[in-house]
């Protein structure tokens, strides 16, 4: 990546979303010299973190015509990761011990973060740039540039041209719904974690859950406290897969993946196993659906696989005009939100140019071939697991920004591990003191915090 050779250029640059990536967005593109409009549908910022007991009428989310709830999240949800490896490199997510109304946990609640953003936001002056209650329609190219249809709350219409937008709308309002045999006649009801909030209409009823991860694991344990039964179908797990966990009330198994869904109301698992199940939830992730974005058929959506996107972020022909913040999947959200901004907000001006259209679809073409020679399946292009510190510091050499930290990237690598042995108690019990004492005497060092670390460190958990 080359300096490029012309002046800094001060662009209009709109901004779709003010969740964590838009909000973060903004302040780069603004320190870049641009001027900035960031557009939300919602009367607040924090995107998918602000809380809602309202769900969609349709609970799969199968029709497109539905009213859109945005926000996953349910109401006991905690964060899967420490805070501290959560935040923004240069505002870290600490305790707010002066707030009594404040979450000072580890792995605090959905609305510490949220909390955290409208820090954020205050701290960096971002609300002045927002549009609240402002639904976009239409973004499409218009002779170099992009025009952005919305209408707002008062039912007001706005037909605008920028010189680019930066699309940070998030990916987790669309489910991904499992599919399975039979299920077309089986009688009970389907809802997806996207419209679960909290456990009480499963009282005493017996329940599948469809996935073992952060959600899955999450509800599937909420659900059995009023549950009669709660089972798991996890694909995971090994075919004849059949446990019982005792934690929280001694009502929750284990399976592998559903085998077959029955007219009587049964469910059969690929262990054999066979429920009569009331209800199941489908704790199966999300798919990237971008339905008033217009790119006369350059860009599209297959199999998952957000295309065509150098760096899962600029489309090469449309580049850098168009541009994504957030779309791969990985525990560094924060920080990959701020690095990719960075890297755009850079290029914008002009201060870093990208390769051409031929080299970034020449680079497309060579990592497309990889991930099917290594037999990855093209739903997991933008999962980057165990990949992805090695994609952010590429992304952070572009534009001058320091590498991922080793406490960072190793307390969520040691986190998920927790996740995965102790479902029931890695946020309340871990083992990484270490990585959080380094943190916090990172922060002190950086003059990010104005108590020394010690004062957290020593106030136990």
Known sequence: MAPAPSPINSQHVAVIGAGAAGLVAARELRREGHTVVVLDREKQVGGLWVYTPETESDELGLDPTRPIVHSSVYKSLRTNLPRECMGYKDFPFVPRGDDPSRDSRRYPSHREVLAYLQDFATEFNIEEMIRFETEVLRVEPVNGKWRVQ??????????????????????????????????????????????????????????????????????????????????????????????????????LWMHSEIDTAHEDGTIVFKNGKVVHADTIVHCTGYKYYFPFLETNNYMRVDDNRVEPLYKHIF???????????????????????????????????????????????????????????????????????????????????QCGFPHVEHWRDQEVTRGYQRLGNQPETFRDEWDDDDLMEEAYEDFARLNLINFHPSRFLESGR
């Open 150 to 251: 919305s209408k707002t709350g008062g039912g007001f219409s706005n037909d605008e041209i920028y010189d680019a937008v930066v699309m940070c709308c998030g990916h987790f309002a669309e489910p991904n719904i499992a599919q399975i045999p039979g299920i077309e006649s089986w009688p009970g009801r389907q809802t997806h974690s996207h419209s679960y909030r909290v456990p009480d209409p499963f009282k005493d009823e017996v329940v599948v859950v469809i996935g073992n991860f952060a959600s899955g694991a999450d509800i599937s344990r909420d659900i059995s406290k009023v549950a009669k039964e709660v089972h798991i179908a996890s694909r995971a797990s090994k075919s004849n897969t059949f446990e019982k966990r005792p934690v929280p009330n001694n009502n």
């Open 315 to 397: 489309p090469p022909a449309l580049a850098p005009g168009l541009s994504f913040i957030g779309l791969p999947a990985m525990g560094l959200q924060f920080y990959m939100f701020e690095v990719q901004s960075k890297w755009v907000a850079a290029v914008l001006s002009g201060r870093v140019t990208l390769p051409s259209v031929d080299e970034m679809m020449d680079d497309l073409k060579l990592s497309y071939e990889t991930q099917e020679a290594l037999g990855i399946p093209k739903r997991y292009t933008h999962k980057l697991g165990k990949s992805q510190c090695e994609y952010l510091d590429w992304i952070a050499d």
